[in-house]
């Protein structure tokens, strides 16, 4: 499976900013990535805390696909171009997108 993992840095303008992006997100963002073909699931998390420090990041969201070919194909979709578009307008500067692949070798034992 890869997933990616989308870390979302807090906006400038405290809670009412972030409140709008959240907003925005899920009302405009969101519907568009449901469409994405391939996509197997979605999460979405806000960020609570981080231990021995200060959380800089608001949420974080994952989108699992079979493998990387099928990720890559999505991303070249329309729902998800339009996503891309609107995330650009929302969320300018503020996400950082990591593409992860499972690797059970790292578990051990």
Known sequence: MTTLLVLYKAPEGGEEALATLESRYRDEHMPLVAQTPGLRATRVWRITEALGGQAEHAF??????????????????????????????????????????????????
């Open 60 to 109: 974080a969201a994952e989108m699992d696909f079979d493998d990387r070919a099928s990720m890559d194909e999505a991303l070249r979709s329309e729902p998800m171009r339009a996503a891309g578009r609107i995330l650009r307008e929302i969320a300018p500067g503020l996400a950082t997108f990591l593409v992860l692949e499972d690797a059970p070798d790292l578990l051990g034992g």
